[in-house]
């Protein structure tokens, strides 16, 4: 049974940092595309970032370009998300997911965690 659980949300002021976990069970985060996806209130969800592949290839939406930065622990099975100069506009749900390279959609989700980013 696959199980992608997040943690490290909360609350922080404008320009602060905080760093977002994903533990995997059931999978090897290594032989998967990982993501981070987010909810804002009202919102649909998006893109936030993803890596994938041995040599770690990381993609990230505009918005969060050169303040977000994917990682992944292959030992922990476990993928971080290092969020820095974070805006209001961040405060969103965040969530862990991962995409198995043979299919086209993500296939397990994780149940979010909540970032508020406070002006």
Known sequence: QVQLAESGGGLVQAGGSLRLSCAASGLAVSSYRMGWFRQAP????????????SLSITVYADSVKGRFTMSRDNAKNT??????????EDTAVYYCAANSL????WNYWGQGTQVTVSS
């Open 102 to 105: 043979a299919s086209t959609g």
């Open 42 to 53: 009202g919102k649909e969800r998006e893109f936030v970032a993803t890596i994938r592949g």
């Open 79 to 88: 993928v971080y998300l290092q969020m820095n100069s974070l805006k209001p």
